[in-house]
């Protein structure tokens, strides 16, 4: 059997195309597809931080609602249920969230944290967070601690663009952040 049959039937129109066709075709492809600011729901929303975490672009915009006032958008679907999480109800109380995640990877949680950090939706393994077991009618996301942790870090960037920054708790949730990374980079040596 000739190399011609093995390959695919685009590979095949890939190697009938000259280099400048395949320029031509890309551009094309570019120019009707859409930018991730373009398929935001929010894009009429002021954009106050971007970033790409894992290959997904992340936006945040600037809420007219106070009790929310930071709306996140990722164009992957897998990352909806973690940001919806966050900005809908971990957001109120992140500095908290952030105490008991890092007193979990202490293993210095007691009885009452626990069940603390079980309101939250967040179960802390060796490896991974579990995320949004305690919802109904979806199934809980398993995600690495550092993804996890890139999400909320990205959240606390958008939240420096907000007037007036609230610096004291900003800056405490990012020390927070630190010390759970850090953590987790001497628990990994040691193994």
């Known amino acids: 059997m000739s190399q011609l049959d093995e390959s695919s039937p685009e590979d095949q129109l890939d190697s009938e195309m000259s280099e400048w066709e395949r320029d031509a075709l890309k551009r094309m492809e570019n120019k009707f597809s859409l930018s991730p600011e373009e398929e935001s729901p929010y ?19 600037r809420n007219q609602d106070a009790q929310q006032p930071i709306v996140m958008y990722s164009e992957k679907n897998r ?7 966050l900005v809908g109800s971990w957001a109120a109380d992140l500095e908290l969230l952030l105490n008991l995640i890092l007193k979990a990877e202490q293993d210095s949680l007691d009885a009452y944290e626990e069940d603390e950090l079980d309101t939250f939706g967040i179960r802390v ?13 979806s199934s809980p996301i398993v995600a690495s601690k550092d993804l996890l942790l890139r999400i909320l870090e990205f959240y606390l960037e958008a939240w420096k663009n907000l007037p007036p920054a609230d610096v004291p708790s900003l800056q405490s949730c990012q020390d927070t952040i630190a010390r759970i990374r850090k953590r987790l980079e001497s628990h990994e040596k040691s193994d």
């Not at 894009?43 to 970033?51: G, S, V």
């Not at 967070?129 to 305690?134: F, K, S």
Request: aromatic share 12%; hydrophobic share 40%.
């Open 43 to 61: 894009k009429e929303l002021e954009l106050i931080h971007k970033d790409v975490i894992r290959g997904s672009h992340f936006l945040a915009y």
């Open 79 to 85: 990352f909806r249920a973690v940001i919806s999480m």
């Open 125 to 137: 393994n060796e490896d991974s967070y579990v995320v949004g077991y305690l919802t109904g009618g």
